[in-house]
């Protein structure tokens, strides 16, 4: 079922003098990192679905300049920052939503300081709320008791404090959601924070995305489930090095979502 | 003559209260070495934490097996200290157990002290064990060499004997009372000390009386002594654990600071009516430098954070880098920062309070880039800190100064840094293709 996907932007629903319920910020890694445009077409794919009345900004967006704070360039940070915090005011922005826990923490938490003040939401909180509203509804399906295991994003998680959207959201697939050793206020950073995945390792024994994957491996899940495009690539990577590809998943909660709808 | 006891007591207690107050003197000089923060917002919350986290110990028992052993030690230290208060108007006005007049009060309160007491040896015993018999992991790491380690034990043989102290002189005093021997008021209940004194049955009463006045005198000498030990030892968090929950960070913990000393400059970057060429104001303050590469660098906050760290190395055990064997080690940041504060601090106590330059810095001298680097600002340190100490915040700000004043980025971080500012995304793609996903199938 290869459906068009419908990606309206700011300009053209600005032109026809319309506001989005939503701005769904897509985030580099969701534009250009090749298995995070999956992530970003799942998640359209659903809003489509429900009908939800949204825009991207496409070529107006920019970096949300969190890898540059997070190395330490503050002043590539803020200039990031003020110019789309400009753009997101001149639309008169009032909610937005990412698949990406980075950008999500930078714009809610450290975009306000510099005048763009937004509601912010992670995919995973607004594709619950749009359960809970009643605009979408899922048989289980095919990962009808199907072992899935969560690796919680820090930036959503620690940072953030949301663990239990995601969790629902496995649940709502009749999944039986198992928990890693390390989890929630306590999970293991996937090893991509903090500019680290633009980056080589420093020196140690092993690399970080070994070891949470081993950990997520601990739980003998079918598919690991992420929130975070980075996670994803991170995890991913893992379960190769692991030569586990065949048998384990690693894959964004929008694309079980997506993919339990047959979108 | 007979006033001499209580004169040496006075004494003894002058001097050691004396003492402490002027370590607490040069604790605050040093802290407030560091810049000023705004901490006046979220009261209720600021208050909710330090009652939760550090009165409550909530962050303890993540860890249930140290977390209740170590609220026996802090009930044992709270409690017990209630007897302080009447070994010093004993000892000032030479009266015996002055709370006697309680009487079943005072029974429940010297059992339960003595009850507190045997669990304390119980807890301290089990710490020394798992320290230097099981050697758990996080007591291992490099940073854990020398000092700190002979450090945590003293603190544990201090503990230890104090406690023995406190029984053996309650049970000497338990049986001198059963002797009818004058000055001992029969009062107070000894479930733990009963089982002591028929040590004393067939001691001459003078004996047992020495017995008892030595162990009160140790007893009380070493409080004192252990009051002026905390300074120069990670035993401070016993006072330091509140006002730095209090003070610790309210934010949601991915919220980094925007510093404010780059937002003025973007400001006047994008101020299309500034003059890129005008001469700088006279009177204009000489522009702050960006990020911390010392500890005058780095907020009150953050070296309060330092003097609090009681080195339990939680954070460096939930620590992804480190856990992966790389040198970082969230632990490490908080005593190099406190050492170097001391030696800023000494610095300035042999130059007539002003700091001379020693040549030396935070950066470099005890951190280095490369634990800097390792750090993937996961928080789970932050996170781990059973009192709110945030040591991201230190590696963040040495790197701000590493890349803003230094130039000093790895190579990767620069390229990705260019790719942002030239094409607004951290790899080198056309801003104008952000939107091909919709068309690719």
């Known amino acids: 079922m290869e459906n068009e996907l419908k990606v309206p932007t700011m300009a053209e629903l600005f032109a026809a003098g319309e506001q989005p319920e939503v701005l769904f910020w897509v985030g580099c890694a969701g534009s250009f990192d090749d298995r995070a445009k999956k992530i970003t077409k799942a998640f359209v794919k659903i809003l489509n679905k429900a009908a ?31 110019t789309n915090i ?29 005048g763009g003040d937004y509601e912010v939401v992670h995919h995973t909180q607004f594709l619950k709320q749009l359960f809970t509203e009643g605009r979408i509804s899922m048989e289980g399906g095919q990962f009808k008791g ?65 070891e949470r994957t081993e950990q997520a491996l601990e739980t003998q899940p079918e598919i690991i489930a992420a929130g975070c495009p980075f996670c994803n690539t991170m995890m991913t990577d893992g379960v190769k090095n692991k030569e586990k590809e065949s048998s384990v998943a690693v894959m964004d909660i929008a694309e079980l979502i997506a993919t339990a709808e047959d979108l | 003559m007979g006033y001499l006891p209580n004169i040496v007591f006075a004494i003894i207690l002058i001097t050691g209260i004396g003492y402490f107050t002027r370590n607490i003197q040069k604790l605050s000089r040093n802290i407030k070495l560091g810049k000023d ?66 009487g079943s009060g005072y029974d429940v309160l010297i059992a339960s002290f003595e009850v507190l007491a045997a669990l304390v040896i ?28 002979t450090d945590a034990n003293w603190i544990l043989y201090i503990e230890f004997v104090l406690m023995l102290l406190f029984l053996t002189m309650n049970a000497a005093d338990l049986q001198l009372q059963q002797m009818d021997v004058a ?26 009386i020495i017995v008892e006045r030595v162990a009160w005198w140790l007893h009380i000498s070493g409080i004192l002594l252990f009051l002026n030990y905390l300074y120069y030892s990670k035993h401070l968090h016993i006072l330091l654990a509140f006002p730095n929950t209090y003070y610790g960070k309210v934010k949601p913990k991915g919220q980094f600071e925007n510093l404010e000393a780059v937002t003025n400059e973007v400001k006047l970057m994008m101020d299309p009516s500034a003059d890129p060429f005008a001469a700088p104001d006279e009177n204009a303050p000489v522009p702050e430098k960006f990020g911390a590469s010392d500890v005058q660098d780095l907020n009150w906050v953050q070296l309060l954070n330092a003097y609090t760290c009681t080195e339990c190395g939680r954070c460096t055990s939930e620590c992804p880098a480190n856990q992966t ?11 190099d920062t406190r050492d170097r504060l001391e030696e800023v601090g000494k610095n300035m106590d042999v130059n007539k309070g002003q700091f001379v330059p020693d040549g030396k810095q935070l950066l470099g001298d005890y951190i280095s880039q490369e634990e800097l680097w390792a750090c993937t600002t996961c928080n789970a340190c932050v996170e781990a800190c059973p009192v709110s100490i945030d040591p991201l915040s230190i590696i963040m700000d040495m790197r701000q100064y590493l890349v803003m004043e230094q130039s000093a980025a790895p190579s990767d971080l620069n390229n990705m840094m260019g790719n942002i500012e030239n094409n607004g995304a951290p790899w080198p793609f056309n801003q104008m293709d952000r939107l091909n996903w919709a068309k690719e199938s």
């Open chain 1, 52 to 82: 939800v009345k949204f825009a991207v900004l496409g070529t107006e967006e920019s970096c949300t300049g969190d890898p540059a704070k997070r190395a330490g360039n503050e002043f590539l940070f803020q200039m990031q920052a003020v």
């Open chain 2, 325 to 335: 064997g790389k040198k970082l080690s969230p632990r490490k940041i908080m005593m």
């Open chain 1, 146 to 210: 199907k072992r899935i295991t969560f690796h919680d994003p820090c930036y959503l998680g620690r940072a953030n404090n949301v663990y239990e959207a995601p969790r629902d959201l496995i649940r709502k697939l009749d999944a039986e959601l198992v928990e890693m050793k390390s989890c929630k206020s306590r999970g293991l950073c996937c090893g991509a924070g903090g500019a680290q995945m633009f980056k080589e390792p420093e020196k140690g024994s092993k690399d970080i995305n070994i």
């Open chain 1, 86 to 114: 400009e753009v997101l005011n001149g639309y008169g922005i009032k909610k937005v939503v990412t698949a990406c826990p980075h950008c999500f923490n930078t714009i809610k938490n450290e975009y306000p300081g510099l």
């Open chain 2, 122 to 149: 119980v807890a301290v015993v089990v710490f020394w064990i798992r320290r230097n018999i099981v050697r758990l992991k996080r007591f291992l790491n490099p940073e854990m060499k020398g000092w700190p380690k």
């Open chain 2, 37 to 102: 923060v705004d901490t006046s917002d979220a009261k209720a919350q600021r208050w909710s934490n330090m009652l939760r986290i550090a009165f409550g110990q909530s962050k303890m028992v993540v860890r249930p097996i140290p977390g209740i052993l170590h609220i026996i030690v802090y009930l044992g230290f709270v409690i017990i200290n209630l007897e302080v208060l009447e070994i010093i108007i004993d000892g000032l006005f030479g009266t015996h157990r002055i709370f006697a007049f309680l």
């Open chain 2, 183 to 208: 000055h001992y008021t029969k009062a107070g209940a000894f479930p733990i000390s009963q089982f002591i004194a028929p040590l004393f049955q067939d001691m001459s009463i003078s004996s047992i």
